[in-house]
């Protein structure tokens, strides 16, 4: 079968607010500015598995309204800062902390730095680019203040370059280490990071001065239970649920929730992992192999059969599939 990238993360990456974060799972805006075309009276949607924020995205960019749901912390932080308006002095005041920040991370003399409690941080980053890295995340959280816009547009740079600066190579579901490159010297290295660090922040910036006509809401909850609609109903759900291919969105995550917070240890991350349909990360599994089902109904009356289906082939991921609904 093609892959029709078009239709995947890839298509977004060079589309602005879009591409800020590449989340494997994430849906091209095409599918979502497809379905909003060939329906121009909806205008209140919900996204309940709303990842990295797409649906929303695109509604906003059309002036419409929409909700949307995940239960993952950093990914609600996420979506929030990549649907909100920004005013042209809070981007003139980021502009401005670009090189405060890149001060202030060269200023500091020890010679250990706060690292994320991330397993075989090694394999992630060299060390010398682990160094840069704590000194930069040090530098915003010192120079910008709390829950601030300008702070949120470092962070979201902070993320791009975990990423981009990583040996984490991702192929289709399963991620690996690329090769270590040769390091270069030690100041010619951290040059480059601080100047790929200050055109992260340039990009993220300038998509950020894009307006966002609609009105977005962004609501940290477990979508099984779907909390009730600011006034009048949805018009339509548009989304991508958690696929039915044990595929950890924590896997791809955890660089993200680590440095910035959202998981202090690896137990953290199973356990969200857990309470996340699909989830499959460290404890997710082995609770899953002894999960039983909690007695409440599905309504479709050939769901029962469909699982039994799936536990001739493997007990786990029936109960995988069967968890998902309840
Ligand atoms: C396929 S991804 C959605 C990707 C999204 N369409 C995008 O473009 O980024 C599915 C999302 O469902 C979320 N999720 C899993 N279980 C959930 C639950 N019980 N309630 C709410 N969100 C959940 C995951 O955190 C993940 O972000």
Not at 150 to 159: P, Q, R, T, W, Y
Not at 227 to 252: F, G, H, L, W
Request: glycine share 6%.
């Amino acid at each position: 079968m093609n892959r029709r990238s078009d239709l995947t993360f890839k298509h977004n990456l060079k589309h602005g607010r879009h591409g800020w974060l590449r989340l494997t799972p994430a849906y091209s805006i095409k599918v979502v500015r497809e379905i909003l075309d060939e329906h121009p009276a909806f205008d209140y949607v919900l996204d309940p598995f709303s990842g990295t924020g797409t649906t929303g995205l695109v509604c906003g960019e059309r002036g419409l309204r929409c909700d949307l749901l995940d239960i993952n912390p950093f990914l609600v932080w996420f979506a929030g800062v990549k649907t909100s308006n920004f005013t042209p002095d809070e981007l003139l005041e980021a502009k401005k902390k670009i090189r405060d920040v890149l001060a202030a991370s060269k200023e500091y003399k020890q010679q250990k730095f706060w690292l994320p409690p991330i397993k075989d941080i090694d394999r992630w980053w060299p060390e010398s680019c682990q160094n840069f890295l704590s000194r930069i995340y040090k530098a915003i959280n010192e120079s910008l203040p709390e829950n601030s816009p300008a702070k949120d547009i470092f962070l979201v740079a902070f993320c791009r370059c975990l990423m981009q600066w990583s040996n984490a190579a991702f192929n289709h579901q399963s991620m690996s280490f690329k090769e270590r490159k040769e390091t270069l010297f030690d100041h010619q290295e951290r040059d480059l990071l601080a100047s790929s660090f200050e055109r992260n922040v340039e990009m993220v910036i300038d998509s950020a001065a894009q307006r966002i006509e609609g009105e977005v809401r962004v609501i940290l909850a477990d979508s099984r239970q779907v909390p009730e609609p600011a006034d009048k109903q949805y018009d339509c759900v548009i989304t991508s649920p958690p696929y039915p291919n044990r595929m950890s969105y924590i896997r791809e995550l955890r660089p993200y929730m680590y440095w910035l917070g959202y998981l202090k240890e690896a137990r953290e991350a199973g356990e969200l992992d857990w309470q996340a349909i699909g989830g499959t990360w460290g404890i997710a599994t082995s609770r899953l192999s002894n999960w039983k089902p909690n007695g409440r109904e599905i309504m479709y009356s050939g769901f029962q059969e469909i699982i039994t289906g799936i536990a001739d082939e493997s007990t786990l991921l029936a109960n995988y599939t069967a968890r998902g609904m309840k």
